[in-house]
C-alpha cells in the first residue's frame, strides 16, 4: 500500500461527492469537508436514525420471515403429510410436472377410497399433500427440502424428479433422520451402505439403464459392429454411454465414435451427425434430454441422413412430446427403452395392471399417461404399501418395511427390488423396444427380452424419404409389426425375418 | 462432400441466425448503453407468436414477420416510455438496467410459463417446400436457408436505417457521443424509444426462426439466448450491423469446427475465444473507439 | 501497517459501525433458526451476506460489476470438495484452500480488469461460462467429478458449518466496514469517482483494483466452500447456477445500495427474506411477482434503499435538513 500521506492528498478531492453520495462517513470527524458538509452534531442525530431504521429494518424482515414461516406448524395426527418439490419453471420443469402429476393422481385416489390404514392410528388416515416450487434450482430446493423437514413436519418426503433436483435432499433427510422416497433419481452417487434414509422407488440406477440394450446389441453383431455413441455431459446420460460403452468394448465391439456435447441446438447437432456420419456407423445411439433428442431428429433430418439403427432415450419415456415436435417421421423404426406403458407386466400384485391405470389415467385427462407420470404414481403404490406394511410413520419401520417389500412385489412398472444396503433400485429394469410404423400411427414393439418381446425387430431401418407435413403414419407400403411370439429366439428372428423383410418405403 | 464442407455450410447459416439474434441487442446496448437481459424473453416471445400463427392459421415463419415485427415494434416502444427514461435518475444507469431487465426478463419467463406451460414447442419444417436444398454441394433444410435470407434482409434494414436515414443519422450519434448528441439537439428520448423498438422487434423476428435452427422453444431458453447474443455483440463491435455478422461468425464457426473435432470441448471455445478477442482488442473485432478507459 | 494510517476514519466511530453492524447479524443468525426450525434459510443467508460483502467490495468500491461473480464461489466450493473427497484433507483447510484457488483464479483473470464497463462485466461472465464448462466437462471426472458430481458427505456437519458461515458472515460485514474505513477503501472510492485524478496523483490504481478483486474472490470462495460442505453433494449446476449467485446478489447489493456498508446487508435481509417467502407461498407466481418488484423498485428507488434511509432519518430527526 502506497504511504498514506500521498493517499490522502488525493482523497480529500473526492471526499465532498463520496460524503455526499455514499452517507457513510456522515459523522465522522476527520474526513469532514472544511465547507459545505453539514455540522457534527446534526450528522450524529440523522446517523442516530440510520442506525434504528437498519435495525428496525432488519428486526421486521427476521421477525415477519419467523412468523409467516412457523404459521404453518405441525400437521396434526388425523392425516398424512406427504411433502415434494416440483420445478414450475427451468430446465426440469416438464418431466418434474408428470412426475408430480402421477403421484398426485394416487394420493386423489388413495383419498377418494377413505385414506391409507395406519396401525398405530388404528384407522385410515387422509393423505395431505404439501407442494413447493423450486423452479429448477437447487439452491432454492434446498431450502425447501429443509421446510418440508423442519416446519411443515412432513411425515412422508419424496424428492422432486431427476438426480440435479434430488440431490440437495439426500443429505438433509439424511441429517434429519428422514426417509427420502426418490422416484426418479438414479445417480449411483446417493446410495450408500451409511445412509439408510433414502429409497429409490421408481427407476433403475442410471448406470443399469442400458443393459439390456447392449446385451441387445452384442446379440446382433452379425448385424452391427459399427457403433456411433453420441452423450450429453451430465450424469444420468454419461452413466449409461459409459456403461454401454464398457459393455460394448467387451464384447469385442469397439465403438467407432464415442464423444461427449453439451450441444443442444439443432445446428450443432447437424455438424455432430455429419461428423457421425463420416464414421459410417450401423448403430447411432444419443443419450440425451428430451430438449437434445427434439434437435437431435431435427438435426437427422436436415441432413437427410439415414442410419440402419437409431436409439435415443426419450422417444419411449415422452413419447408425446418427442412424436409432436419433431419432423414427421422421425421416430419411424427409432428404438428406445421399453419401459410402462408400452411393457406390461403380467404378475402385477400391487395397484392396478399397466392397461387399467392407462385407462382409468386417460378417462380422467384425455390422453395416457407417459413414462414419468408412471413414475410418480408408481412412487406413491410403493410408498402406500411401504406405510400400510410399516404400521406407523417411523421413519426407519418405514425403510424396514420397503426392504421388507422388496423381491415380492411387481407393481405396473414390473418387480421392485431394492439393494437393501444402500436403497438403490434394482428392479424395473429398462427393456428394449423399436416403434414401428402401422396405418393407424407408431406402434411401439417391444423387441428385447425375448421373453417380454411383442414382435421383431425391423433392422436395418427402412430408409424413408419423408414429404413432411403429413403425420407419421401415410399410406404406402408400410411394414406391419411382427405379432408377439413366446419363445422365438431373437438371433433367429434376425437372421430369418427382418433380414429379408426389409422394404424401401418411398413417398415422394 | 466433406465433412469439412458440410461444417462449413452449416456453420455460415447458423452464423446468419446468430446475427439476427444480436442484432437488436446490439442496437440497444450501443445506443442506450443498456443492458437488456430480457433481450432472450423477447425472442422467446416472437418464437411462440410465429408458432402459434403456424399453428392455427398455418402461416409460413416468413408470412408471420408480417405480424410479429410490427407488433413487437409496438410493445418495444410501449416499454421504452415507462421503463428507460426513468433509468437515467440513477447513479449508474447502465449497471440499473441491469436489475431492471433482470426483473423484466423473471416475470417474462414466468408469464410464458403460464400462458404457453413448460412444453416444448417447435416450428414446423414441411411449411417449407422442397424440404431441401443444396448449397455448396451440402444438403441443407430450405428452413435455415430462407432464416438466413431473413437474417442478411433484417442487417441490410438495420444498415440502411443507419447510414440513409435522418434518425439513423440521430441514432450513431448516439452511439457515439450522448453528451454531444444532445447538445446538438438530438431528442434522445423519441431516437432511443425506436431503437429499443426495432431492437424488440428484430428480437421477435430472429425468435419466429429460432426453434427451426437453433434450441427447441421453451420458457426457460431465453437466458442462452440472452447469453450468446452478448458474447456475439462484444466479439464484433457495438453499433455496426457488420461487426455485429462478425461476431456471429466467429461463434457459429468456433462451435462448428469443434464439434467435428473436439465435440465435447465445443461449448467452451467461443467463450474462450471471446476472453482472448476482448483482451486482445478491447475494442472488439470492428471497433474503433477504446472501450479500455 | 501502521492502523493509525490505515484507518482514517474516527476509530471511535468504526467501533460503534461494528457494534451496530454485529448486534442484528447475530441476533439474526442466533435467534433465526430458534424461531423459524429451517436452518437451511438461515445458512443460504449466511452465504448471501458474504457474498453481498465480497460484491460490494469490488462492485461498491471500485465500480466494475463482474455479471459472472459466481465463478468465485464455485471454484471455492469445488476446491474444498475436491480436496476434501479425492484427497482427503480436513474440512477447514480444505474450505481455506479452496477460497485460495478462488483468489488464483481471480489472479489469472485481471487482465479483465483493463476493461470498462459493460464489457467487463460481460466479459467475467464468459469467464464463468468457460469455467463452468470446464468443471463439469466428461473428460475431467478423474479431477472434478465431471458431470457426475461430487460428494464429500462423511464430513458432513451441518450444524458446525452453520455456525462457522455465521461468524465468517460477522466477520465478512465487518471487513467491509474495516475497507470501508481504510485508506484502501476510500483510495478504491476515489478510484471509482475519477480515475484520471487518481492516478495522476500517482496512485497505480490496477493495483488497487487487483487487491480489490482478489479480497472479494477469495471472500467468496469461502462461501462457496462453506455451502459446498452444506450440500455435502453436488452437481456442477449447483454452484455454478448464475442466477442464484451471481445475479441475485448483485441485485441484493443493487437494492440495499452499492459501496455503503450497511447497504448490501439490507438488501439482503429484505429481498432474500421476500424472494423465499414468495417461493414457499406464492410458488407459481414467484417468477412474475418478484420480476415485478424488482422493475418496480429500480424504477423508484434506484440508487438503493440507503439513500432513502439516510433521507427518511433526515427527514424525521432533523425535518429542517429535509428536502
Known sequence: ?508 | ?293 | MNFRKVFLADRRMLARDAGIMVLPLALLFLLGPMLFANQGLFMELAIYVMLADALNIVYGFTGYLPFGFGVFFAVGAYGTAILVAFHGWPVALAILAGALFSALLSLLFTPLLRLSGAYFAIASLAAFEAVYLIFSNSSLTSVTGGPYGISFTSVYAPNLDYAVAAVLAVVSALTVLAVSGSSFGIALKAIREDRFAVELAGVNSLKYRTYAWLISSFLSGVAGGLYGWYLGFFYPEAVFSLTDFSVLVIVFVLFGGRGTVFGPLIGVAVLFAVYEFLTLYFSNLVLIIFGVLLVLLILFIPNGIMEQVTRLGRLLFRPEEGE
Not at chain 1, 418381446?453 to 403425420?471: F, K
Open chain 2, 1 to 293: 462432400m466433406s465433412l469439412f464442407v458440410d461444417a462449413f455450410v452449416t456453420s455460415m447459416l447458423y452464423a446468419a441466425f446468430f446475427s439476427l439474434a444480436a442484432l437488436g441487442l446490439n442496437l440497444v446496448f450501443g445506443v442506450m448503453r443498456i443492458v437488456n437481459l430480457a433481450h432472450g424473453e423477447f425472442l422467446v416471445m416472437g418464437s411462440y407468436l410465429a408458432i402459434a400463427l403456424a399453428i392455427h392459421y398455418g402461416f409460413n415463419p416468413v408470412l408471420s414477420l408480417a405480424v410479429v415485427v410490427p407488433l413487437f415494434f409496438a410493445i418495444g416502444l410501449l416499454l421504452y416510455y415507462p421503463l428507460v427514461p426513468r433509468l437515467q435518475r440513477s447513479d449508474d444507469p447502465e449497471m440499473s438496467s441491469f436489475i431492471l431487465f433482470f426483473g423484466v426478463s423473471f416475470a417474462m419467463e414466468g408469464l410464458a410459463v403460464q400462458f404457453f406451460g413448460n412444453n416444448y414447442q417447435e416450428m414446423n419444417y414441411a411449411l417449407f417446400r422442397p424440404l431441401h436444398l443444396n448449397l455448396l454441394n451440402s444438403t441443407v433444410p430450405t428452413a435455415w436457408v430462407v432464416t438466413a435470407a431473413v437474417s442478411v434482409a433484417a442487417i441490410v434494414a438495420v444498415y440502411l436505417y443507419l447510414y440513409r436515414t435522418g434518425l439513423g443519422l440521430k441514432t450513431r450519434a448516439l452511439m457515439i457521443n450522448r453528451d454531444e448528441a444532445m447538445a446538438n439537439g438530438v431528442n434522445i428520448n423519441r431516437v432511443s424509444a425506436v431503437a429499443f423498438g426495432f431492437s424488440i422487434a428484430l428480437a421477435a423476428a430472429a425468435g419466429s426462426f429460432s426453434s427451426l435452427i437453433s434450441y427447441p422453444t421453451s420458457p426457460s431458453i431465453g437466458d442462452t439466448f440472452t447469453l450468446i447474443s452478448f458474447a456475439i455483440i462484444i466479439i464484433g463491435a457495438l453499433g455496426n450491423p457488420l461487426a455485429t455478422v462478425l461476431g456471429a461468425v466467429v461463434f457459429a464457426y468456433a462451435y462448428g469446427y469443434t464439434d467435428i473435432y473436439l465435440p465435447n470441448w465445443s461449448s467452451i471455445v467461443p467463450f474462450i475465444i471471446l476472453i482472448a478477442v476482448i483482451l486482445a482488442r478491447p475494442q472488439g473485432l470492428l471497433g474503433r473507439k477504446a472501450r479500455e478507459f
Open chain 1, 1 to 508: 500500500m502506497p504511504s498514506g500521506v500521498a493517499n490522502r492528498k488525493v482523497i480529500s478531492q473526492s471526499q465532498v461527492t463520496l460524503l455526499q453520495q455514499w452517507g457513510y462517513f456522515m459523522g465522522s470527524e476527520n474526513v469532514t469537508p472544511p465547507t459545505g458538509g453539514p455540522s457534527g452534531s446534526r450528522k450524529k442525530s440523522s446517523r442516530n436514525a440510520i442506525i434504528a431504521i437498519v435495525v428496525v429494518v432488519i428486526l421486521i424482515a427476521a421477525g415477519l420471515t419467523a412468523y409467516e414461516l412457523t404459521r404453518t406448524g405441525k400437521s396434526s395426527q388425523q392425516s398424512i403429510t406427504v411433502g415434494t418439490l416440483y420445478a414450475g419453471s427451468g430446465s426440469f420443469a416438464l418431466s418434474s410436472g408428470y412426475q408430480l402429476a402421477g403421484l398426485k393422481y394416487w394420493i386423489n385416489q388413495t383419498n377418494a377410497n377413505g385414506g391409507l390404514m395406519l396401525n398405530s392410528a388404528g384407522k385410515k388416515l387422509p393423505l395431505k399433500l404439501v407442494t413447493y416450487n423450486d423452479q429448477s434450482s437447487t439452491a432454492t430446493a434446498q431450502t425447501e427440502y429443509t421446510n418440508l423437514i423442519t416446519t411443515n413436519h412432513v411425515n412422508i418426503l419424496v424428492s422432486d424428479f431427476g438426480s440435479t433436483l434430488t440431490a440437495p435432499a439426500v443429505a438433509i433427510a439424511q441429517e434429519h433422520h428422514q426417509l427420502l422416497f426418490d422416484p426418479t433419481a438414479s445417480s449411483p452417487g446417493f446410495f450408500t451402505a451409511t445412509n439408510p434414509y433414502i429409497v429409490d422407488l421408481s427407476i433403475l440406477v442410471s448406470s443399469q439403464w442400458p443393459l439390456v440394450l447392449a446385451h441387445y446389441i452384442i446379440s446382433q453383431k452379425s448385424n452391427i459392429t459399427r457403433v456411433a455413441i453420441l452423450y450429453l455431459d451430465q450424469a444420468f446420460t454419461t452413466a449409461q454411454a459409459q456403461t454401454l460403452d464398457s459393455a460394448l468394448v467387451a464384447a469385442g465391439i469397439t465403438p467407432v465414435y464415442y464423444q461427449s456435447t453439451s450441444a443442444s441446438s439443432a445446428a450443432e447437432y447437424s455438424t455432430l451427425l455429419q461428423s457421425i456420419n463420416a464414421t459410417h456407423p450401423q448403430a447411432v445411439l444419443n443419450f440425451g434430454y428430451d430438449t437434445n433428442d427434439i434437435a437431435f431428429f431435427q438435426a437427422l433430418n436436415a441432413n437427410s441422413m439415414h442410419f440402419n439403427f437409431v436409439f435415443t432415450i426419450y422417444a419411449g419415456l415422452e413419447y408425446a412430446v418427442l412424436n409432436k415436435q419433431t419432423p414427421a417421421g422421425s421416430l419411424n423404426y427409432t428404438y428406445t427403452y421399453a419401459s410402462p406403458p408400452d411393457v406390461q407386466y403380467s404378475n402385477v400384485n400391487l395397484g392396478p395392471t399397466t392397461s387399467s391405470f392407462v385407462n382409468s389415467w386417460t378417462s380422467a385427462y384425455g390422453s395416457g399417461p407417459n413414462f414419468n407420470n408412471i413414475a410418480g404414481y408408481n412412487a406413491g403404490l410403493l410408498i402406500g404399501k411401504t406405510i400400510e406394511t410399516a404400521g406407523s410413520l417411523n421413519q426407519t419401520a418405514l425403510r424396514q418395511a420397503a426392504n421388507k417389500l422388496s423381491g415380492n412385489t411387481t407393481t405396473l412398472e414390473g418387480p421392485f427390488v431394492l439393494n437393501t444396503t444402500s436403497g438403490a433400485q434394482l428392479g424395473m429394469p429398462m427393456d428394449v423396444m423399436q416403434y414401428q410404423p402401422t396405418s393407424t400411427g407408431l406402434r411401439p414393439v417391444v423387441i428385447y427380452p425375448t421373453d417380454l418381446a411383442t414382435g421383431t425387430a425391423v433392422y436395418p431401418a427402412p430408409s424413408v424419404a419423408l414429404s413432411g407435413g403429413s403425420p407419421a403414419a401415410v399410406s404406402g407400403p408400410l411394414m406391419q409389426a411382427q405379432p408377439a411370439s413366446q419363445s422365438f429366439l431373437n438371433q433367429q428372428a434376425f437372421t430369418s425375418e427382418s433380414m429379408a423383410a426389409p422394404v424401401q418405403v418411398r413417398f415422394r
